[in-house]
């Protein structure tokens, strides 16, 4: 099969294009830094009430934080039911928030569709078009030079009821971090 002279540039062009907007910071993420008064590079004795988890990486410290702050207790219209905070264990700075709403519906249900998409709607107004929609899960990003933000609906327990209703709880995560920037810096081109 050939492919003509035409076809290939316009390939070529279309893979180019895509990966020059791919890869335009937004300055709006970046300028945020946060959420709301909570900042990345804080610092982990800032956090008193923090509930320690287990971490998979050995260089980090994960824990669970809620606040009685009402400054923090909402994304938009939105109940935050805890934030999972991450932090550098070397330097005890704050690299990652992740804020929850819980939902106690099973991820199918509708009312957990029309919270993702009044969360994703209100980040789009504040952040601008995300750099990446996830086609295989609900999910969006943002990429700015050293801040990363995303929201995503993450399932959780989904079971049938003795009438075959879906019950479950689902969660709806909005994150700021900065690691994975640092990290995909320091990837090597290759194998």
Known sequence: MKISLLK???????VYLYSFAYTQANAKVDE???????????????????FPVASK????????WRTNDDELSKL??????????????????????????????????????NTYK??????????????????DSYGMCWVGERIFMSVNINPQDLKLDKNNNAIGTTTISF????????????LKNGF
């Open 118 to 135: 009044s969360v994703a709607d209100n980040l789009v107004s504040v952040l601008g078009k995300p750099t990446e929609v996830f086609k």
């Open 175 to 186: 994150v700021v971090d900065s690691s994975i920037i640092e990290n995909k810096k320091n």
């Open 32 to 50: 945020r830094a946060g959420f709301k008064s909570l900042k990345l590079g804080q610092d982990y004795n800032d956090f008193s009430s923090l």
């Open 76 to 113: 938009f219209d939105n109940e935050i039911s805890h934030f999972e905070l991450t932090f550098d264990k070397s330097s005890k700075k704050l690299v990652t928030i992740e804020a929850a709403i819980l939902i106690t519906k099973p991820y199918t249900d509708p009312i957990v569709f």
């Open 8 to 14: 290939k540039i316009a390939i070529i062009l279309s």
């Open 57 to 64: 990486n050995p260089n980090k410290i994960v824990g669970i």
